[in-house]
Structure formats: C-alpha cells, structure tokens
C-alpha cells in the first residue's frame, strides 16, 4: 500500500497562512481518498479534512471549514492542507492519511483510514 509522509509545519502567529504537503510512494495514489487528522496537546485525534479519490468531493471538520482547504496532485502524488487565519487552538501534530481503494468519497472517520503518516507540527502563538 501507499506510504505517507507530511511535511510543511512550523512555527507561525496567530493570522498566518501555512501549507502542509503530504507525498506519497507508488503509482496507486489515485486509488485512496486522503484526510488530514490532528492531535493536539492532551486532546485526542480529530478529523480536520478529506478528499475523495477523484478530488471532485471535499469534507471539512466544522472548526476548520472556510479556513482550510484541502487539495490533490494525484500526478504528482501529493495531497495539501492549505491553512489559512491559522488560530492557536489550531496547534496539533498533522497527520496525513490513505483511506482504501473502495472508498469513493472523503471520508471523515479515522477507522476508514489505513495508512497514516509520521505527522508534523504546527505551532500556532497568540
């Protein structure tokens, strides 16, 4: 199955912009539908956006909506979290996500996922 790594995460203040990079191995890119997740200090995993394998299909989590916007380069294998009006409750680890080829939309459910990347940080002061 595809492998995963995210990068793009750092340190910005409050109002910033940031654009995180999820590259993927192989040729079967296409074949999953991608998300973002997070997880932030003593909090647990939540959904923050997804993609559907075409790109035709976006779901966004209600905290994030109009300030985020997930896109994919399945050519280039690359799927992108762009962050916008970044806030300080927006400070997690972003984990980039492969859900399997069966699943035609963007799903929001961790457990549909089955490849996870390492995750990178982000770090949003007030």
């Known amino acids: 199955q595809v492998q995963v790594v995210e990068s793009g995460g750092g340190l910005v203040q409050a109002g910033d912009s940031l654009r995180l990079s999820c590259a993927a191995s192989?040729?079967?890119?296409?074949?999953?539908?991608m998300g973002w997740f997070r997880q932030a200090p003593g909090k647990e995993r939540e959904f923050v956006a997804a993609?559907?394998?075409?790109?035709?299909?976006?779901v966004y989590a209600d905290a994030v909506k109009g300030r985020f916007t997930i896109s994919r380069d399945n050519a280039k294998n690359t799927v992108y979290l762009q962050m916008n009006s970044l806030k300080p409750d927006d400070t997690a680890v972003y984990y980039c996500?492969?859900?399997?080829?069966?699943?035609?939309?963007?799903?929001?459910?961790?457990?549909?996922?089955?490849?996870w990347g390492q995750g990178t940080q982000v770090t949003v002061s007030s």
């Open positions: 192989g040729r079967t890119f296409s074949n999953y539908a």
């Open positions: 996500a492969g859900a399997p080829s069966r699943i035609f939309y963007a799903p929001s459910q961790a457990y549909e996922y089955v490849v």
């Open positions: 993609i559907s394998r075409s790109g035709t299909s976006t």
